[in-house]
């Protein structure tokens, strides 16, 4: 068995202590994915399959990870993907999680599923910083319009519409667990819903439906993107980016339905079990988006490096979920901030290692692949 780390000095070393002081069922719940659990782990596995190119003596004494992203200045390409229930592993939860991302500056994506009100999360957190807010629509529309108009009352900049998961995934540890949030829990986005969301505000499962069923009776499967994307449309004029692509099929109908931006995603492999990685996965839709439309991506970005490949295969910003969670357990705001740190210092001097001084020098001729399929497709190079 391995020790607990005193000193947390990198992602992994968060997620070991996260395991040991997180519940059992709740590390289930955050770590898991669905099924047999392969794209889990590809997700990670899949990185370590592209190899670094450094560049040498190209005067590194100066490297900056300022960028834009949706248009707006970040300091850095990482960002917080969209995570249910932080307060399951902090009681501060999405707050702390925002103070931790307004010290960074860059983007916070916050889950519909947060167990702060998400007034008060952007209420913690400065106008530098750019706050997304993550919807699931409901077959009740009015639910989905009413955290859209309160998202939008609050300042959130954009709409983020998870598009993998008509259904809940079928994740085994959870079921094995029975897996349930605790009562003193609120889901708090739901609180003052008028309608009927009663059930799933207090966190109670209704009757012996299962967590999963509770989601699935609640969400509309029906969503097309004929219908789906041009009803949000007719109701907010705020950007919509779709999170969960992985084809270049459904890149070029995001195009055509007017979103604004794409997050390459398997929903850290907890939806459909046995998709492509996300980084792999992601040089066919940058080919297909051709400078349309701004690629993010997320799903098993541990490492600074792991931010490099991403951004040399073409993706404008990167996403972590889980490590924020680690963060958080660990030490709340200042764990959270721990994670970005960790990887904010190891984004930076992989850059310096690699010869970067600009995420604008980040560019395809750092990639070497190891599998020869995703070599066809790796986008030109920016140098
Ligand atoms: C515990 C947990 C809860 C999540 N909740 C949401 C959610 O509410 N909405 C959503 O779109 N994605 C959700 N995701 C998926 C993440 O946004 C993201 O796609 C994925 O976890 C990224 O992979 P990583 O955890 O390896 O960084 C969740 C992921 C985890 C681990
Ligand atoms: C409450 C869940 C639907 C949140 C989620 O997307 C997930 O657990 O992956």
Same mark, same amino acid.
């Given at each position: 068995? *391995?020790?607990?780390?005193?000193?947390?000095?990198?992602?992994?070393?968060?997620?070991?202590?996260?395991?040991?002081?997180?519940?059992?069922?709740?590390?289930?719940?955050?770590?898991?994915?669905?099924?047999? /659990?392969?794209?889990?782990?590809?997700?990670?596995?899949? $990185?370590?399959?592209?190899?670094?190119?450094?560049?040498? %003596?190209?005067?590194?004494?100066?490297?900056?990870?300022?960028?834009?992203?949706?248009?707006? #200045?970040?300091?850095?390409?990482?960002?917080?993907?969209?995570?249910?229930?932080?307060?399951?592993?902090?009681?501060?939860?999405?707050?702390?999680?925002?103070?931790?991302?307004?010290?960074?500056?860059?983007?916070?994506?916050?889950?519909?599923?947060?167990?702060?009100?998400?007034?008060?999360?952007?209420?913690?957190?400065?106008?530098?910083?750019?706050?997304? $807010?993550?919807?699931?629509?409901?077959?009740?529309?009015?639910?989905?319009?009413?955290?859209?108009?309160?998202?939008? +009352?609050?300042?959130?900049?954009?709409?983020?519409?998870?598009?993998?998961?008509?259904?809940?995934? @079928?994740?085994?540890?959870?079921?094995?667990?029975?897996?349930?949030?605790?009562?003193?829990?609120?889901?708090?986005? $739901?609180?003052? =819903?008028?309608?009927?969301?009663?059930?799933?505000?207090?966190? /109670?499962?209704? &009757?012996?439906?299962?967590? &999963? /069923?509770? $989601?699935?009776?609640?969400?509309?499967? =029906? %969503?097309?993107?004929?219908? &789906?994307?041009?009803?949000?449309?007719?109701?907010?004029?705020?950007?919509?980016?779709?999170?969960?692509?992985?084809? +270049?099929?459904?890149?070029?109908? +995001?195009?055509?339905?007017?979103?604004?931006?794409?997050?390459?995603?398997?929903?850290?492999?907890?939806?459909?079990?046995?998709?492509?990685?996300?980084?792999?996965?992601?040089?066919?839709?940058?080919?297909? +988006?051709?400078?349309?439309?701004?690629?993010?991506?997320?799903?098993?970005?541990?490492?600074?490096?792991?931010?490099? #490949?991403?951004?040399?295969?073409?993706? *404008?910003?990167?996403?972590?979920?889980?490590?924020? %969670?680690? &963060?958080?357990?660990?030490?709340?705001?200042?764990?959270?901030?721990?994670?970005?740190?960790?990887?904010?210092? /190891? %984004?930076?001097?992989?850059?310096?290692?690699?010869?970067? @001084?600009?995420?604008?020098?980040?560019?395809?001729?750092?990639?070497? =692949?190891?599998?020869? *399929?995703?070599?066809?497709?790796?986008?030109?190079?920016?140098?």
């Amino acid at each position: 068995m *391995q020790a607990t780390p005193i000193l947390p000095v990198c992602i992994d070393d968060l997620e070991h202590i996260a395991k040991d002081i997180l519940p059992s069922a709740t590390w289930g719940y955050y770590t898991s994915g669905a099924n047999h /659990e392969q794209t889990l782990r590809d997700n990670r596995d899949a $990185f370590k399959r592209y190899r670094l190119r450094p560049r040498m %003596l190209r005067d590194v004494s100066k490297v900056t990870t300022t960028t834009t992203i949706l248009g707006k #200045k970040a300091r850095s390409p990482l960002c917080v993907a969209p995570c249910a229930m932080h307060k399951l592993a902090h009681p501060d939860g999405e707050v702390a999680t925002s103070k931790a991302v307004a010290s960074h500056g860059s983007v916070m994506i916050l889950s519909t599923y947060s167990t702060t009100a998400l007034e008060k999360v952007i209420a913690a957190g400065n106008p530098e910083t750019q706050y997304w $807010f993550q919807l699931y629509v409901y077959k009740d529309r009015r639910v989905s319009e009413k955290l859209i108009r309160r998202a939008e +009352a609050a300042g959130f900049s954009a709409l983020v519409l998870t598009v993998d998961a008509p259904y809940l995934g @079928r994740r085994l540890l959870d079921s094995r667990n029975k897996f349930s949030p605790p009562p003193h829990l609120r889901l708090e986005n $739901f609180i003052d =819903s008028t309608t009927d969301f009663s059930s799933i505000d207090s966190l /109670e499962k209704s &009757g012996d439906e299962t967590f &999963g /069923e509770t $989601f699935g009776n609640r969400g509309d499967a =029906s %969503l097309s993107w004929e219908e &789906g994307i041009a009803w949000l449309r007719s109701i907010t004029a705020l950007p919509i980016i779709v999170k969960g692509i992985l084809t +270049a099929e459904d890149t070029e109908l +995001a195009i055509k339905h007017g979103c604004s931006a794409i997050i390459v995603s398997n929903h850290g492999g907890r939806q459909l079990d046995g998709t492509l990685a996300s980084i792999d996965a992601l040089p066919e839709i940058v080919e297909a +988006a051709g400078n349309r439309i701004e690629v993010y991506m997320d799903g098993g970005v541990r490492t600074g490096t792991d931010i490099i #490949k991403a951004l040399a295969l073409g993706a *404008q910003a990167v996403f972590v979920a889980r490590p924020i %969670l680690y &963060g958080l357990a660990y030490n709340g705001e200042d764990g959270a901030r721990l994670t970005l740190r960790l990887l904010q210092d /190891e %984004l930076e001097l992989g850059m310096a290692l690699a010869g970067c @001084r600009t995420i604008d020098e980040i560019g395809s001729h750092l990639i070497h =692949s190891l599998h020869k *399929q995703a070599c066809n497709n790796i986008p030109k190079p920016k140098l």
